[in-house]
């Protein structure tokens, strides 16, 4: 089987909404994600690990914007941020071999 990165990458962006106002919320983002991650089915494990990936994304933005009194923008999550995430994930453990060699080989 293939992944297509990009599509998975798209897919898990779509699920957050343009403007997250973390001065108002500190929890927003972890609210968020949680919410996502009950409407995927728990035997979906490239969502889950997506969704957790794309969280993880937003960690340095969300420190910012926090910083700055601004709101984040969940959408500017560039691909290459997210690549990075799920790869470091798949390589946190031996249980994932199988995921991780087919997400390097597509």
Same mark, same amino acid.
């Given at each position: 089987?293939? *992944?297509?990165?990009?599509?998975?990458?798209?897919? &898990?962006?779509?699920?957050?909404?343009? *403007?997250?106002?973390?001065?108002?919320?500190?929890?927003? &983002?972890?609210? *968020?994600?949680?919410?996502?991650?009950?409407?995927?089915?728990?035997?979906?494990?490239?969502?889950?690990?997506?969704?957790?990936?794309?969280?993880?994304?937003?960690?340095?933005?969300?420190?910012?914007?926090?910083?700055?009194?601004?709101?984040?923008?969940?959408?500017?999550?560039?691909?290459?941020?997210?690549?990075?995430?799920?790869?470091?994930?798949?390589?946190?453990?031996?249980?994932?071999?199988?995921?991780?060699?087919?997400?390097?080989?597509?």
């Amino acid at each position: 089987m293939t *992944i297509d990165k990009n599509a998975l990458f798209e897919a &898990t962006k779509a699920l957050w909404p343009q *403007i997250v106002r973390v001065s108002d919320n500190s929890n927003a &983002t972890n609210e *968020i994600y949680q919410a996502n991650e009950k409407a995927v089915p728990q035997g979906d494990d490239w969502r889950q690990l997506a969704l957790w990936a794309f969280h993880q994304a937003l960690g340095v933005p969300e420190k910012r914007a926090v910083a700055k009194g601004l709101p984040l923008y969940p959408h500017e999550v560039a691909f290459d941020e997210f690549d990075t995430r799920m790869r470091a994930n798949l390589n946190g453990a031996d249980c994932w071999s199988d995921e991780r060699a087919e997400y390097e080989s597509s």
